[in-house]
């Protein structure tokens, strides 16, 4: 009798307590779930909110989810949905878009870009005095008196890629993103980090699925809050599967990072036993150490701050991503467009014979900037295949139109249905490049095209990244015509760090010239 009083005791007081904690839990997302309410949204279930929006919905079908939900909502330039509790508002009007990525208080990313912390915690996923640092040592990459060495670098990769292509890839249907990443990372290795890698002759590195597969992993995590709670996600095959697979990654950055100090202390060594005299060894020229303009200052930055090495790794791997994935992608989509709209690869080809004639130099940057119709052709691949997405946290509440929208609230960026809103673009779902003459260019408002997003959070390397892409695309269609067999409407999108193609980038590279099948020697 008395363990039953007890019990009912027991029960009593854990019932308050839970009523009690929840009340308090309601009081504080009172204004948050008032001000929601306000906002255009679908129809949400008691608890769930509006989960089932997203239940069963594969990594492909994910971004046309999205894309429903942008249509019945279109006029407003918002829509939100409750994720569980989390509430989640998608903006995707150039005036949206401008009021948030403007606005230089909002500038976290918030709970869900966590979820890229076990691979890194560099700047794109980190948020207050951390981010602020990492920005600043990744911006010191960029200042502009470092370009034309970077272009040097550019024009020594591409040419190791022709002369893969050349050896390897003739005449046959390749996926063209893996050799195409393996030179975007030598080149980001030498850039960033001074780190001759020599990947392009690699035939096992897996640096490409271990990106890709993670990436999809920690994307797809975001809409599944069953896999939210880590101990849990751990044991699922995939979250098994993206551990494995940023294991490998770090790995491959370590040795990026001991490339670098080997080549530091040879070169110290080298030059002690000169007499601190730079140029010159007892051998004859000593090379000069080559700029690491990134990672020599996080080497210095890990020393005093004692970072451990498993940290340090996770917060040099984004640049090596952010540098090489992005590129990569682009390079890839470009080869694949131009190879299926043939009217387009032959204005590059004449525009590029026009800049070089038979004339085997480098690039320059003067050439690039008198490539129009390529630039013409990269804008437009990037306004359809950029990073799809990305978010922030509001902290205070913002205005947005006639709506408030408030803290705590996760932001979604949606650039995919920004970059196809046929209130910007005349043929939204076509290649297009003539949506970049400058007439055209005129008509838009400045937020209505972001392929690099904008604000303080926006991509640090745009400039760097659009000058790699000229630089390899034009070697490359210099030596090499491309075809393609897909059909462009049927293309199907995957989201992961940029939209990615499924299946691959199946394109076939012909010599334009008959001499140049099997030796690129420029
Ligand atoms: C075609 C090339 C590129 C594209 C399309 C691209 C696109 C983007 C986008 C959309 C973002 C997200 C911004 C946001 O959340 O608002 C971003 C961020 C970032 N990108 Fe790029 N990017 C490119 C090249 C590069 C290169 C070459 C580097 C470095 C060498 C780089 C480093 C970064 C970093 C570090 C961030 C995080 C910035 C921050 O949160 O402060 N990107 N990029």
Request: with cysteine.
């Amino acid at each position: 009798m008395n363990l039953l009083l007890l019990w009912e005791w027991l029960a009593s007081v854990s019932a308050i307590t839970l009523l009690f904690y929840y009340a308090q839990y309601k009081l504080r997302r009172q204004h948050l779930e008032k001000l929601a309410a306000e906002l255009p949204g679908p129809k949400l279930l008691p608890f769930v909110g509006n989960l089932f929006y997203f239940f069963g919905v594969t990594h492909e079908g994910f971004i046309k989810r999205v894309a429903e939900l942008g249509k019945s909502f279109g006029s407003e330039g918002l829509a939100r949905i409750w994720l569980g509790h989390q509430l989640v508002v998608g903006v995707y009007k150039a005036d949206t878009l401008e009021a948030i990525l403007s606005n230089p208080k909002v500038i976290d990313k918030g709970y869900l870009f966590s979820f890229y912390k076990p691979r890194t915690t560099g700047s794109f996923a980190t948020t207050g005095d951390v981010w602020k640092m990492h920005r600043r040592f990744t911006n010191k990459m960029f200042q502009p008196n470092y370009m034309e060495r970077y272009i040097n670098i550019f024009n020594e990769q591409s040419k190791v890629l022709n002369q893969y292509i050349a050896e390897h890839l003739i005449n046959k249907a390749v996926d063209i993103s893996r050799p195409v990443m393996h030179c975007t990372l030598d080149t980001i290795c030498r850039t960033a980090f001074g780190a001759k890698m020599n990947l392009q002759d690699n035939e096992t590195f897996t640096f490409v699925d271990d990106l890709s597969i993670s990436s999809e992993i920690i994307v797809a995590r975001m809409y599944k809050p069953w896999f939210y709670f880590d101990p849990i996600f751990r044991l699922t095959p995939d979250g098994k599967e993206m551990y494995m697979r940023v294991k490998r990654l770090h790995e491959f950055t370590k040795a990026v990072v001991d490339t670098r100090r080997e080549a530091v202390e040879k070169f110290n060594s080298k030059l002690e036993e000169n007499g601190n005299i730079k140029g010159v060894d007892s051998a004859g020229c000593i090379e000069e150490l080559e700029p690491a303009p990134y990672l020599d200052v996080m080497i210095d930055y890990a020393k005093e701050e004692k970072l451990e090495e498993g940290v340090f790794l996770r917060e040099v791997l984004d640049v090596i991503i952010g540098g090489a994935d992005t590129s990569a992608i682009g390079d890839s989509y470009v080869l694949v467009l131009l190879g299926i709209h043939k009217e387009w690869q032959e204005k590059i080809h004449n525009e590029l014979d026009d800049i070089f004639g038979d004339c085997e130099r480098d690039v320059t940057m003067s050439d690039c900037n008198q490539m129009t119709q390529m630039d013409m052709v990269i804008k437009e691949t990037l306004r359809l295949y950029t990073a799809p997405h990305s978010l922030r946290l509001l902290t205070e509440d913002v205005q947005l139109g006639k709506y408030i929208v408030p803290a705590g609230t996760t932001i979604y960026l949606a650039m995919y249905l920004l970059h196809r809103d046929p209130l910007y673009w005349e043929r939204p779902l076509d290649f297009y490049p003539d949506h970049f003459l400058p007439e055209n260019v005129a008509k838009r408002p400045k937020f209505s095209y972001l392929p690099f997003s904008h604000g303080p959070r926006g991509c640090p390397g745009s400039r760097y990244g659009v000058l790699s892409m000229k630089v390899v695309l034009a070697n490359v269609l210099r030596k090499f015509k491309v075809e393609c067999d897909l059909d462009f409407k049927k293309m199907e999108h995957k989201p992961s760090l940029m939209l990615e193609l499924v299946g691959g980038y199946p394109v076939k590279l012909i010599p334009r010239r008959s001499s140049q099948h099997g030796s690129i020697n420029n």
